[in-house]
């Protein structure tokens, strides 16, 4: 039989939009987060979330949206609220009772886009 992937493990697409759903409430919820979405198209927002974690856990989706740092250029975040953000991908995860290295597979998948997320639309690079 073939290996397990990480995308088996979380459920398939459907298992890995059940997470975003939830991560994206809880960021909606956040009072500091919460308020950067005020203008964002969430339906897409959340289906191209979903396709983005697919793919890095393995699955057959391609991420069709923009690169990271374009998507974000406009967005003020600060290291302390990407920091938050992730405390509640974590949460997100620990919901659906995932186990703690692919919680962290996941988490690093988002992680890894820390600079491109913080990036304005000033910087170089
Ligand atoms: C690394 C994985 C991520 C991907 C692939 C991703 C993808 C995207 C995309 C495609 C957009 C829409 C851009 C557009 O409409 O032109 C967006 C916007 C946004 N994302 Fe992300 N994102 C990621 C991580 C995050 C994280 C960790 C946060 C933390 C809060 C976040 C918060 C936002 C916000 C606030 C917007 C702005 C919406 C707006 O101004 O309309 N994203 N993201």
Redesign the pocket.
């Known amino acids: 039989m073939a290996e397990e992937t990480l995308y088996d493990r979380l459920g398939g697409r459907d298992g890995i939009r059940a997470v975003v759903d939830e991560f994206y409430d809880r ?1 909606l919820a956040d009072e500091d ?1 919460g308020p ?6 969430m339906a ?2 959340r289906r ?2 979903t396709d ?1 974690l697919c793919e890095a856990a393995g699955g057959p989706e391609r ?1 069709d ?2 690169p ?1 740092r ?3 250029a ?2 003020p ?1 600060t290291p302390s ?2 920091q938050r ?2 405390a509640l ?1 974590y949460g997100s995860l620990d919901a659906f009772d995932v186990a703690d290295t692919d919680a962290e597979a996941v988490v690093g ?2 992680a ?2 820390e600079t ?2 913080l990036a304005g639309p000033d910087d170089e690079g």
């Open positions: 960021l987060i950067l979405f005020a203008n964002a198209d897409q927002l191209t979330q983005f991420y949206g923009p990271v374009e998507a974000h406009h967005v975040f609220l990407i953000a992730i991908l998948a988002v890894a886009y491109d997320l």
